[in-house]
């Protein structure tokens, strides 16, 4: 895969729910101004700590869960989640996978805060093209990074032949994706999320069509892990669920997010619609994201498991 943008592209709003895939630069075309989008990635994904840490827990308690020593954290954008994995599998090395120079500094920095850089290590690799070189693990995390790649079967077949026998591969796709406000704002039309939500399906499917290789799938994950040689282990869905009214970080997080994907909409919604989201984003506006006491933060993040066959011993 070449260098681009996966979580926090402009195509999509889920991409943003984990952190990002091994790519660098946007689908865009432009390099994205990671001094920017670097702290908007590393908020999102401590918003969702708890969520990722349940999910962690999840595989390390499951009865086929293989003893992790070794992790692959792909597309692991500045480091969030790598260091919950590290923690939450305490014998294991975590290597994070990405293709942006700057969010592999950001995750060596976050290991080091935490005294986990002498087991939270940085890779720099592209993919899928870069697969083979980045070494066997019994744990392989892809957050929102298979979709990146324009055949999803041969990436989920390339990382579980990186698997040791009996090891997992969890995949974060799918999911509910956020709301944060009311249907009816009290102006403007009624439903702008969904509006947003349908123009961003639409740009991604873009993004899908225009990746090199690109092959379209029936996304029924454990079909495709059946195909990739992998043995489907279940499914389970993490949600974050942030009241209103919000605290400020995740406030904060809310107006940075929006913020970026209105630029992203610009062209694909109406008049009217971006008049609402411009008095949405206005600090001075009584009726701003900054203001108003009704937003709020709620999302699904779904999490498949596929694990690789270990040796039938022989009598």
């Known amino acids: 895969m070449s260098n681009h943008t996966g979580h926090g592209h402009r195509h999509g709003h889920q991409d943003l729910h984990h952190e990002r895939p091994a790519h660098g630069h946007d689908h865009g075309g432009a390099e994205p101004d990671w001094d920017v989008m670097a702290p908007l990635l590393e908020r999102n994904a401590e918003l969702s700590s708890a969520q990722y840490t349940e999910a962690a827990r999840w595989i390390a308690a499951l009865p086929t869960a293989p003893k992790v020593r070794r992790v692959l954290d792909i597309g692991a954008g500045p480091g969030v989640v790598a ?3 590290a923690e939450v599998f305490p014998d294991a090395e975590v290597v994070a996978v990405d293709g942006t120079p700057a969010l592999l500094e950001r995750t060596r920095e976050r290991a080091r805060r935490l005294g986990l850089d002498d087991r939270v290590t940085t890779l720099h690799a592209t993919l899928p093209e870069g697969l083979p070189g980045l070494g066997e693990a019994d744990l ?9 790649m324009g055949d999803q079967r041969a990436a989920l077949t ?10 997992t591969v969890a995949l974060v796709e799918g999911g509910l994706q956020p709301r944060q406000l009311p249907r009816d704002l009290g102006f403007g039309r009624p439903g702008l ?16 069509a225009e990746l090199p290789g690109a092959r379209r799938e029936v996304e029924d994950w454990a079909a495709l892990f059946g195909a990739a040689g992998l043995t489907p282990q279940g499914t389970r869905s993490f949600l974050l669920d942030l009241p209103a009214p919000l605290a400020d970080a995740a406030r904060e997080q809310v107006v940075a997010d929006f913020t970026r994907r209105s630029g992203g909409l610009r062209d694909h919604l109406d008049a009217e619609d971006l008049a609402v989201l411009d008095r949405l984003l206005d600090p001075e506006d009584p009726a701003s994201f900054h203001r108003r006491p009704d937003v709020f933060l709620l999302l699904a993040r779904t999490l498949h498991l596929g694990r690789r066959a270990e040796p039938v011993a022989s009598d």
């Open 158 to 167: 390339g990382f579980g032949e990186l698997l040791r026998p009996g090891g």
């Open 83 to 85: 260091c919950l994995l």
């Open 193 to 208: 999320e969904a509006r947003m939500e349908a123009a961003e399906a639409e740009l991604f499917q873009e993004m899908r």
């Open 140 to 148: 392989i995390w892809a957050g929102n990074t298979l979709h990146h």
